[in-house]
Every structure is written in C-alpha cells, then in structure tokens.
C-alpha cells in the first residue's frame, strides 16, 4: 500500500460532470453550508500514477465537489490475525505521511473544531477508526497508544468471535465477555467513541448497556426491514439512542434481499431508523469509496478475487456475492450525498433533519465523547 492510495484503489471512472441534472429540492446554499461526514468510508486516488504521493487534479475537483467535510476510515486490518497490530501501526505510519504530503486537500481530525477547521478551509477531515479490537486483546494500554497515534473511535467486534465479544456472524451469540466490558471501560476512559457495527445481538444489547457514555452503530442497516446479520434490530437502534448515540445507515447490499437496493430502500431504512432512533440520533455511513465505481471485467474479477478472500477468512456476510457491489447503483457517484440530501428533501424531511443526518448528529456525539 502506497501513501497516496491510502487503504485501496478503486476502479477508474469516467469523468462525471458537477451534479446539475435536475433542480434541486435540497438548496444549494444549504448544501454548501451543510457539515457532511461518512461515518464509515474511504477517500483515496483512483485516478493519479502509483508513484504519485499528491492527489490528482481530478481526485481533488471530485473532493471538494462531493460536499464531504469529514470521512472515519478504517486504518487496521480485521480479523483475528496475530500481526494485526504491527500491521496497524504500519497502516496508520503511511497514512499520516499520505495527509501530510497532500495539506492543501487533507488534514486530520482529532476533534470537532479539526472538522470545522477542514469545512472552512474547503478541507476533508479524516477520522481514524478500528474495526476490530482483535488487535488489542487483552492488551487494554494499547487502546491509549491508538488514542496517541490518532485512533478516535474503536470498534468492539468484526462479523467473527473476538476476546471482547461476538460478532454478528457467530451462531452462539455469545455477547460481551468480562475482558470486552474491561476493553468498553477502557475505551470510554480515554475518551474514544465506541462503535458497535458488525457486533451480534446481544453483544450490541450488553455493550450498549455495560457503556456509561453514547455510542454508535456507525454503519448498519434495519433488521426489522430486512433480516440480514450485518443490521440490527429495532430494539438495539432504540437502545443506543436512548444512551445519546448515533446509528448509521450504510449504503450496502444487506439492505435488501438480492443484494442490489436502491436510493428508495435506503431512504425506507433511513425514515424507519429516524422513527425507531428519532431524528438526532441517526446519520450515514456508507462503507464505500467516494468516487463511482466502474463495473467492468477487471472489476468484476477484482471482485470476485475480493469475496474468495473474504470467504476464506470466515468472515463474508449473507449477502456477500463475487457479483454483488457494495454500492447503491442509481446514487454511485461522488454527488452521492448530494443526490442524498435531493432524495431526502422529495421524501418530505426538513432542511433541518436532513443536516441533523449529513453530519450534525455525528459532530454532536463526537464533541460529546471526545470532549
């Protein structure tokens, strides 16, 4: 992995012109105005040279473009693999330098005031994250050495059993083990925000209620909708709502059967979380690339190599396919927020919903948490 790549390349795209099809329901000045952040996504370079360390000119114009302020991306490797940490520090070592030799785009983000600093500056704002504490076991210091390389929010679980808990591909359904609630303590000690996605039931359940401080399920979808193990059930929505966190809607195929939804299933999933949750307690976490992605044979056969390795490794969901993309087609586009807030507005919410949404509710419980 290069510095300018980040965690990944995606597929080249063609060049997509500014988002001016079609009028607006959304305002521009409100989306200019408006703080967007993907609580769960990735931001890199599909379109410059491997050797290239700055973005490219496209890359940049699609950026700024996007409206997005702030994206978490995940900077570990998930799974219970024994070099998981060093290849964490390593991944975290390159992405750092990879900010630091593009300043004039990126910076990251260690507080609100860097996310407000970013949207000032027309800058996007990284977030680190762990999808996993499979890396830290029952090291708990090492939670506070992540909290002192940039890590701000820690994940419990990923699909499969760690030493903290189960995730949601486990049968047993185990939930939190005395070591997880030791490693939730420990993470609200140093002020991180606890994410839940990818968790079981009743580790969700028992985390939820072991945690003293709001957390979030930072990219899900509504079990109650559709039965799929990477969404949580209604009661486990409400629950982190209740303790002032934050849930959000992943852009991914278990939102329906078939693996192929829509921007209509993902606003059904986004209205019934905002009557579950409430509207300040949900917001969007894609699990995707920003830019669009070109379905074509190289892609197809990255994708299929992609869902053998996952299957291998014990950890690709129901819904998973060596054909099945993790995007929403008709929205995949680096407008897609844009595309988002038009959708949201024609479904009858409020200006004032749809940036509580795009980001205020994520900026409300990072400055909770991390304060």
Known sequence: MNRRNFIGLAAAAPFVLPYAARAAAYSDAAFRKAIIIDGQGVVNDPYGKETDVHFSPRAIEEIRASGLTACSMTVNDVGNSLDAWDHTIASIGQINQAIADNPDVCIRALSVADIRAAKAADKLAFIFNTQDTSLVGPELDRIATLKGLGVRIVQLTYNNRNLSGDGCLEPANGGVSKLGRATIARIEKEKLLLDLSHSGQRTVAEA?????????????????????????????????????????????????????????DLIRHMDHAVKVCGEDHVSVGTDNILYKTVIDDKAREDQKKFFERRSKAGIAAPGEGPDIFNIVAEWDSHMRFRMLADGLAKAGWSQARIDKVLGGNLMRLYGEVWG
């Open 208 to 264: 939820i209620q072991a945690a003293t401080r709001p957390m979030a399920i930072s990219h899900t979808g509504c079990r109650d909708l559709h039965d799929n193990p990477r969404n949580q059930y209604d009661a486990e929505l409400r629950a982190c709502a209740e303790k002032g966190g934050v849930v959000g809607i992943y852009w991914m195929p278990f939102l329906v059967p078939g693996g192929k939804p829509t921007g209509a």
